[in-house]
């Protein structure tokens, strides 16, 4: 039995689940997500819990258990409580400010980069950290990567575009330098 999708979720106040032939809709204050039923897995709602069982012990069926039930639990907490990542910019010069639904960025190139956002993705900009947040954990952790690709931290000065926390292993300058 999967590891992960043994264990049963909990369904908070204020939260629906509609459990369809082919989908599973998740809603709740913050909005509502659904994603397809994957075949052999079967969800089923009781005492306030939802449990996903799969048919039988085939790989291919084993590999989808444990995810369809990471799935559903992503989309339980994202409608109750949302996700966010934060980014840092670190750079002489480097900039960033919201103007409506796009992200403008000064990033050490001869031009401004601008990054639109998904809709169903907010931006907030504090000095120099951004901070994504949204109901689908995917689509955040997707965008956050999409700004931090625009300018890769480099390794000998750290500037660039990091996560909050992302620790960036650093290298000596020229070798020639200490003689």
Do not use: C, W
């Amino acid at each position: 039995m999967s590891r992960v999708g043994k264990l049963p979720i909990a369904i908070p106040s204020g939260v629906t689940i509609t459990l369809d032939p082919d989908t599973i809709k998740v809603q709740g204050s913050k909005g509502e997500l659904s994603t397809p039923q994957l075949d052999g897995i079967t969800v089923k709602q009781e005492d306030g819990q939802v449990v996903v069982t799969r048919a039988n012990d085939e790989p291919k069926i084993r590999a989808k258990h444990g995810l369809v039930r990471a799935l559903i639990n992503n989309m339980v907490a994202g409608v109750s409580e949302g996700f966010s990542k934060k980014l840092e910019v670190n750079g002489v010069g480097f900039r960033v400010a919201l103007a409506g639904q796009d992200l403008k960025m000064n990033l050490g190139f001869s031009h401004e980069v601008i990054y639109k956002l998904p809709q169903g993705i907010q931006a907030a900009v504090e000095q120099n950290t951004i901070t994504i947040s949204g109901i689908d954990k995917q689509q955040v952790g997707q965008v956050a990567a999409e700004i931090r690709a625009l300018k890769k931290p480099e390794p000998y000065k750290g500037k660039g575009i990091k996560y909050e926390g992302e620790r960036i292993i650093r290298k000596s300058g020229k070798s020639g330098k200490d003689k």
